[in-house]
């Protein structure tokens, strides 16, 4: 599988392997056996943009762009997407220009989501931004923007939601290469390999990733934070497909190979839930480490949950892969206000 990826274009955004740490205060405080431990892959520490997932798809997606001589960077998302941002700052770092177009999709109208968070960095990192509404098609708009550039002589490279294509997803098949080589390193084998899940790119590419190496899909278990349990599954599994195939193998992945929870989606894409605020505010409190609160708050309490269940208890120990979504945290200031148990509440 190394040498396949080795071949195709890649543009430099990550600087080595992130690193993977334990979380032994958190552990203790829910309660988790100490045989196992309870760890996290930082791949919110990278230097580009404020860092996160999207940006292991951008290295694949902007290296196809750069050789296929593009010089504008369309993509999708909701308006507080990290991966809009994300792909903003790469599009900076590869001299190419961004446009970003983003839709209204989570009801919230508060100042902070509407102006603070990503879409400040949207603007500060130099993207063009066309807004739409909810129930917006924003693919078909990105469509509009392409046939416009190219009709004036430019030569835009467009890619939907979340940067999940096959190609964006190689950056998780690479990702799932470096933790087996970490798990070699550190002399464990997680049991689990847990994340969000929202355009199913992160989750797709890893299981692509397992697979390819011979090793076992079936160790990831993703929290849907966007679609219903069972489009997500079907997502996922399509594109896991996709990306294995890029890898030069045909193998259809079964429901045991993909393992979905839609068990902390809550209201929907974007709406916090009672678990996330305590997932955040714990993780924080015990380990000084901040979660977001669309995709790693609501999948940290799945593993939360699942861990003070005994759910996994006989499984070995767990990874967290932080996919960063700082910013979003500003977004919702107003939702953490409001929320239970804190700080503003205390005094
Ligand atoms: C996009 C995103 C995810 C989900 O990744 P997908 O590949 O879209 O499933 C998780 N966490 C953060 C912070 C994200 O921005």
Redesign the pocket.
């Known amino acids: 599988m190394l040498s396949i990826l080795e071949q195709r274009p890649r543009f430099d955004l990550i600087e080595g392997a992130t690193p993977i740490q334990r979380l032994t205060r958190l552990e203790r405080s829910i309660g988790c056996s100490k045989k196992h431990g309870i760890y996290v892959k930082r791949d919110d520490l990278m230097g580009v943009g404020g860092g996160?997932?999207?940006l292991r798809k951008l290295e694949f997606l902007v290296g196809e762009a750069l050789s296929q001589g593009c010089d504008t960077f369309i993509t999708t998302g909701a308006r507080q997407s990290?991966?809009a941002r994300l792909s903003a700052a790469a599009a900076a770092r590869a001299g190419l220009s961004c446009e970003l177009v983003l839709t209204d999709t989570v009801v919230r109208t508060d100042e902070a989501y509407r102006y603070n968070g990503n879409v400040l960095l949207d603007d500060l990192l130099g993207a063009t931004v066309h807004r739409r509404p909810n129930g917006a098609d924003a693919m078909v708009v990105a469509e509009m923007r392409r046939a416009e550039l190219i009709a004036v002589g430019l030569r835009p490279y467009v890619v939907g939601s979340?940067g999940?294509s096959a190609v964006g997803c190689l950056g998780y098949a690479a990702c799932a290469a470096e933790i087996v080589a970490q798990e070699q390193s550190l002399g464990l084998r997680f049991g689990r390999i847990v994340?969000?899940?929202?355009?199913?790119?992160?989750?797709a590419g890893l299981a692509a990733g397992l697979k390819a190496l011979g090793d076992d899909a079936s160790r990831i278990t993703s929290f849907s934070?966007l679609a219903p349990l069972e489009k997500t599954e079907e997502t996922t599994r399509v594109i896991a497909e996709q990306t294995l195939g890029l890898l030069g193998q045909n193998y259809a992945f079964g429901n045991n190979d993909i393992r979905v929870s839609g068990d902390q989606l809550g209201e929907g894409y974007g709406m916090p839930t009672d678990a996330m605020f305590e997932a955040v505010r714990l993780v924080a409190r015990t380990e000084g480490l901040l979660l977001?609160p669309?995709?790693?708050g609501k999948a940290f309490a799945g593993l939360i949950s699942a861990v003070r269940n005994k759910a996994w208890q006989d499984e070995g120990p767990v990874l967290f892969v932080m996919?960063?979504?700082l910013p979003?945290l500003f977004a919702y200031e107003p939702a953490f206000r409001a929320g239970q148990n804190n700080l503003y509440h205390r005094s």
């Open positions: 996160g997932n999207k990290n991966h979340g999940s994340v969000p899940n929202g355009s199913s790119g992160t989750h934070v977001d669309v995709y790693g996919t960063g979504g979003g």
